[in-house]
Nanobody
Framework: QVQLVESGGGLVQAGGSLRLSCAAS????????MGWYRQPPGKQRELVAS???????NYAESVKGRFTISRDTAKNTVYLQMNTLKPEDTAVYYC?????????????WGQGTQVTVST
């Protein structure tokens, strides 16, 4: 089992910055891919950014150049630095771990943290 706890959400004005953190505990593997998803009000959950164990990153087009994902393998923690925030970034942000175990892919989710960007 893997447990994920997010922190760092809140209310910020457009143009501001926030940093999200997600601490993983339990049977986390160094080979796991970690990432962030978000779910805006009334919309489906979407990928924001992900980072592999080899530090290969992937970003949604809408956040490229503004958001940066990073991970601290020793602390089993993944971060999302969000700069130049826009009102359309308002969403519940979820931490995610994708883990291959015994030839099966498992998805683990945090409880979510609210990010609200005001105009």
């Amino acid at each position: 089992q893997v447990q994920l706890v997010e922190s760092g959400g809140g209310l910020v004005q457009a143009g501001g910055s926030l940093r999200l953190s997600c601490a993983a505990s339990g049977s986390i593997l160094s080979t796991d891919t970690m990432g962030w998803y978000r779910q805006p009000p009334g919309k489906q959950r979407e990928l924001v950014a992900s980072i592999t164990s080899s530090v290969r990153t992937n970003y949604a087009e809408s956040v490229k150049g503004r958001f940066t994902i990073s991970r601290d393998t020793a602390k089993n923690t993944v971060y999302l630095q969000m700069n130049t925030l826009k009102p359309e970034d308002t969403a519940v942000y979820y931490c995610n771990v994708d883990s291959w175990r015994d030839m099966s892919l498992f998805h683990y989710w945090g409880q979510g943290t609210q990010v609200t960007v005001s105009t």
